[in-house]
């Protein structure tokens, strides 16, 4: 079983940046995508970012530009680098790791992230 434990959430005011880390562990061999995933009160969950173990990138159109997902691929862990923060951009943030074949796909506890206008 891979846990994944999210950090880095927080309050910050508008047009300001936090950055969220998400450590994998559970004896994993290798994990094929990582990526952070949002959700409001009464809403879907959505994809915000994700990152291939090769370094592709996919970001949603309401975050490119303003932020960034990178890896660290020996330490299992995941960042997403948030700049210009809005106010829709707050809701709790969830980290997801899929393994190779889709033989494991975990989610984080969540973090809390709220932007004030």
């Known amino acids: 079983q891979v846990q994944l434990v999210e950090s880095g959430g927080g309050l910050v005011q508008a047009g300001g940046s936090l950055r969220l880390s998400c450590a994998a562990s559970?004896?994993?061999?290798?994990?094929?995508?990582m990526g952070w995933y949002r959700q409001t009160p009464g809403k879907q969950r959505e994809l915000v970012a994700t990152?291939?173990?090769?370094?592709?990138?996919n970001y949603a159109d309401s975050v490119k530009g303003r932020f960034t997902i990178s890896r660290d691929n020996a330490k299992n862990t995941v960042y997403l680098q948030m700049n210009s923060l809005k106010s829709e951009d707050t809701a709790v943030y969830y980290c997801?790791?899929?393994?190779?074949?889709?033989?494991?796909?975990?989610w984080g506890q969540g973090t809390q992230v709220t932007v004030s206008s």
């Open positions: 997801n790791a899929k393994g190779p074949f889709r033989v494991f796909d975990s």
């Open positions: 559970g004896g994993i061999f290798s994990i094929d995508i």
């Open positions: 990152i291939t173990s090769g370094g592709t990138r």
